[in-house]
């Protein structure tokens, strides 16, 4: 089973940005998709991105326009670029790859799109007002 790597957590001012990385120990090209999800205390987790093999990329609507998710097939990595962060972004942010599924559509807007098999271990977001 793939092993999954978190990095790229910490503490940061409201306003500001962080770069978290995904390391899988496999190639992240045989995934159908690949995710972020959140975990805040006391909260279910909640999917947050996800990027599909073709490329496509879909967002919760909390996220969109101020998180980026990206790959790197050569280096089998996945990062999720965080900019403008909110108090409200404080959350363990777990990485995740797996199937493409999942999909829940309000409208025109689709989400979801990820079924997950795998998961990292989770690295802290702490986002300071």
């Known amino acids: 089973q793939v092993q999954l790597v978190e990095s790229g957590g910490g503490l940061v001012q409201a306003g500001g940005s962080l770069r978290l990385s995904c390391a899988a120990s496999?190639?992240?090209?045989?995934?159908?998709?690949m995710g972020w999800y959140r975990q805040a205390p006391g909260k279910r987790r909640e999917w947050v991105v996800a990027?599909?093999?073709?490329?496509?990329?879909l967002y919760a609507d909390s996220v969109k326009g101020r998180f980026t998710i990206s790959r790197d097939n050569a280096k089998n990595t996945v990062y999720l670029q965080m900019n403008s962060l909110k108090p409200e972004d404080t959350a363990v942010y777990y990485c995740?790859?797996?199937?493409?599924?999942?999909?829940?559509?309000?409208?025109?807007?689709?989400?979801?799109?990820?079924?997950?098999?795998?998961w990292g271990q989770g690295t802290q977001v702490t986002v300071s007002s």
């Open positions: 496999g190639s992240i090209f045989s995934f159908d998709a």
């Open positions: 995740a790859a797996g199937r493409e599924g999942g999909y829940y559509c309000s409208g025109d807007d689709c989400y979801g799109g990820i079924t997950p098999d795998s």
């Open positions: 990027i599909l093999r073709g490329g496509k990329t």
